[in-house]
């Protein structure tokens, strides 16, 4: 069962479908008053889908180049806590559906230390072909985003550019 937006996931094996991504907050993602600027985390919460698509085997460079998009439809956002600079979180990504044109993926941003819930939010993206038609979610992508978190038994060290802050 999904646990509600608002409660910590449980630990180890109950939280595998969850793929984490950690990184470290960066000056240029803070506001004049050192905290995280409220759209960076949309940038927070695409670097997870990042990891969990390459998790399951599927980058999405790799995606396009195949002639597929997935394109954000709506964002939802639900602030809790504020992140500053410095602060290393944990963005906990999954997918909650996929289903005909559309795949829904969640997100819980935390602070990696304290595990403070920082922030919850869920994006819905439509499948497109290379012509931005809408289309079903092709088999093997579906694949690729629900079988990631079963394939790193929902941990993630690699953060990519994201991660890499002094």
């Given at each position: 069962?999904?646990?509600?937006?608002?409660?910590r996931p449980?630990?180890?094996?109950?939280?595998a479908?969850?793929v984490?991504?950690?990184l470290?907050?960066?000056?240029a993602e803070t506001?004049?008053?050192?905290?995280?600027?409220?759209?960076n985390?949309?940038?927070f919460?695409e670097?997870g889908r990042?990891?969990?698509?390459?998790?399951?085997?599927?980058?999405y460079?790799?995606?396009?180049?195949?002639?597929v998009?997935?394109l954000?439809?709506r964002?939802?956002?639900?602030?809790?806590?504020?992140?500053r600079?410095?602060?290393p979180?944990?963005v906990?990504?999954?997918?909650?559906?996929?289903?005909?044109?559309?795949?829904?993926f969640e997100?819980?941003i935390?602070?990696?230390?304290?595990g403070r819930?920082?922030v919850?939010?869920?994006?819905t993206?439509v499948?497109?072909?290379?012509?931005f038609?809408p289309?079903?979610?092709?088999?093997?992508?579906?694949?690729?985003?629900t079988?990631?978190?079963?394939l790193t038994?929902?941990?993630?060290?690699?953060?990519?550019?994201a991660?890499?802050?002094?």
């Open positions: 069962m999904t646990p509600p937006l608002t409660q449980p630990d180890a094996a109950a939280a479908d969850w984490d991504t950690h470290r907050v960066r000056y506001d004049a008053q050192g905290v995280v600027y409220h759209a985390y949309l940038v919460m670097v990042g990891t969990l698509a390459r998790k399951g085997g599927l980058p460079s790799e995606l396009e180049a195949r002639g998009n997935l954000v439809a964002a939802e956002l639900k602030y809790k806590a504020s992140a600079y410095d602060d979180l944990v906990r990504t999954r997918v909650r559906e996929v289903r005909g044109k559309f795949a829904t997100y819980r935390e602070h990696e230390e304290s819930l920082l919850t939010g869920e994006t993206h499948c497109v072909d290379d012509g038609k289309v079903d979610v092709p088999a093997w992508v579906r694949e690729a985003l079988g990631a978190a079963a038994g929902g941990d993630s060290r690699s953060v990519g550019d991660g890499t802050s002094s």
